[in-house]
């Protein structure tokens, strides 16, 4: 089978439990991200090798996993002390091996921790997010996961057909602007018409700018996680997703889309602009 046809056969059978487990939320959505961010640390960990660094893996990986939950549980002040904990054993392993990569060695285990957890595990905040409806939160996030699914299709198949001018081609060379217009475009169409219809308290121009933060900071994450692993010589995080890669490719977009929009309710919310 063809690369497309298998991410096709893979989303099918993705998509609805990943519908099912933002609707079913609490504990089970903050162990689903746990387990994606513990992937996603050891992803990077692996790019980091390749680099020649050693992070303290196993540290990194049970902190990437703990901060979902913690989020989850609403004591978010416990995050600055999982930080420091692991900071400070990493310190303390790479004091027994010596000087050597001792910078990187420390800085990758706090990456790697972070990047996908701090990130990504405010998708847990954004499902408790409740206006008029428990519901608030899921379609939210599904609004968010949705607009990145057809910006990134979108950016696909124009990109093929269309694209001339390449984006950044030493970052992601098959990447053009027109493109990345194209899922933009998409992006903000699909969460302006939809926003309204599945939220009562939203209107089409809150819409629009989800939309707008999905077409922009989701390719920039996209962007971001490409320059990670060009940077490590290597094409996929990692191969655990089929036709997909690893989790850090399949989640680059939300990763970065999730804490924007999240930030733009908040201060929305402060300027008494939603309800």
């Known amino acids: 089978m063809s690369n497309l046809t298998v991410r096709v056969l893979v989303a099918l059978v993705g998509i609805p439990l990943l519908v099912a487990v933002v609707f079913a939320g609490g504990w089970w959505l903050a162990g689903l991200v746990a387990v994606v961010c513990a992937l996603g640390a050891g992803e990077l960990y692996r790019m980091a090798a390749a680099k020649g660094m050693r992070p303290v893996r196993s540290v990194g990986i049970a902190a990437a996993a703990a901060i979902p939950l913690v989020i989850a549980s609403g004591r978010l002040d416990a995050i600055a002390a999982i930080v420091a904990l692991t900071c400070g054993i990493a310190l303390a392993v790479q004091l027994s091996r010596g000087i050597g990569g001792a910078l990187g060695a420390v800085a990758t285990t706090l990456l790697g921790a972070l990047y996908p957890a701090v990130l990504l595990g405010w998708i847990v905040a954004l499902r408790q997010w409740q206006m008029h409806a428990a519901s608030d939160g899921a379609w939210l996030v599904l609004l968010v996961m949705s607009g990145i699914w057809l910006c990134d299709t979108a950016a696909y198949f124009a990109g093929r057909r269309f694209g001339r001018h390449r984006l950044a081609p030493q970052i992601s060379p098959k990447k053009t602007w027109e493109g990345a217009i194209a899922g933009f475009v998409a992006a903000v169409v699909w969460c302006g018409v939809l926003a309204p219809n599945v939220l009562a308290w939203s209107s089409s121009w809150l819409g629009i700018a989800i939309g707008a933060i999905v077409g922009t900071v989701g390719q920039i994450g996209d962007l971001a996680e490409s320059l ?46 939603v309800p």
């Not at 990692?238 to 890669?245: E, F, K, L, R, Y």
């Open 228 to 273: 990670l692993k060009r940077d490590a010589g290597i094409k996929d995080s990692s191969t655990i997703i089929p036709g997909h890669g690893g989790v850090l490719d399949r989640f680059d977009s939300l990763t970065a889309t999730v804490p924007a929009v999240y930030g733009l309710l908040v201060l929305l919310r402060w300027s008494a602009l």
